[in-house]
């Protein structure tokens, strides 16, 4: 076990809808790191958040949005869903300091009908 | 932009050593990582090394880093039908931005 929590576990939407995905980061970490894997772009990195602050931002579409909380949880938005939007979506989280290790959660399961 | 390359697939047998190896391109990674992937899991941290160091000692996982030819691999010993899974190599670069491989599918017969 991480330490990273993600919930839901699977989500089943239909296409145009919006979702929320919800990520708890590591006791005492400070960055939060969205990522999606397909089956035809495997892992890519979405976006970085430090503290509250967007840090890095990789290859996210403007239908997608995040953000992170006070406490440090994190939320991944997706909105108008298409059916290449189905994947698995990973948060990660790492502490901040100089080795910056990520650890992953177990991951959201999207499929978009 | 940088390029992490490695072989979809790797079957041995229970008892040998696997060696799954893993290329890539940029030349400011910082640190280098192996990470697991098991069916319908999350990825599970596995080993890392920084990039000045060409080889790290982890039980029975070694990490071997060739800086010249940005070439790293994972060997695991005695490896078990519960390494069976999904291996991803990952560099980091000065801006904690991990780049993943495609991931090598490692299958372990009895």
């Known amino acids: 076990d991480s330490g990273v929590t993600q919930t839901p576990k699977h989500l089943i939407t239909a296409t145009g809808q919006r979702v929320t995905l919800r990520c708890s980061p590591r006791?005492?970490?400070?960055?939060v790191y969205w990522y999606q894997q397909s089956l035809d772009q495997g892992l890519q990195f979405l976006i970085q958040?430090?503290?509250?602050?967007?840090?890095a931002k990789g290859n996210i579409l403007e239908r997608f949005s995040a953000q992170q909380f006070p406490d440090l949880h994190s939320e991944l938005n997706l909105s108008s869903l298409e059916l290449g939007d189905s994947a698995l979506y990973f948060c990660?989280?790492?502490?901040?300091?100089?080795?910056?290790?990520?650890?992953f959660g177990p991951g959201t399961r999207l499929l978009v009908l | 932009g940088e390029d992490v390359e490695q072989s979809l697939f790797l079957s041995v047998r229970e008892g040998d050593s696997s060696v799954i190896n893993c290329t890539y391109t940029?030349?400011?990674?910082?640190?280098l990582y192996w990470y697991k992937q098991e069916p319908g899991a999350g990825l599970q941290l596995l080993t890392y090394?920084?990039?000045?160091?060409d080889m790290k000692q982890d039980q029975r996982l070694t990490v071997l880093l060739n800086k010249k030819d940005k070439h790293l691999s994972l060997r695991i010993a005695d490896t078990q039908t519960g390494d069976s899974a999904i291996y991803f190599c990952?560099?980091?670069?000065?801006?904690?931005?991990?780049?993943f491989g495609g991931g090598t599918r490692l299958m372990v017969k009895p």
């Open positions: 990660a989280s790492s502490g901040g300091n100089y080795q910056e290790t990520q650890y």
């Open positions: 006791s005492g970490d400070l960055s």
């Open positions: 958040y430090y503290n509250g602050e967007e840090r």
């Open positions: 940029d030349s400011s990674s910082t640190y």
């Open positions: 090394i920084f990039s000045n160091m």
């Open positions: 990952a560099e980091r670069d000065a801006g904690n931005m991990l780049t």
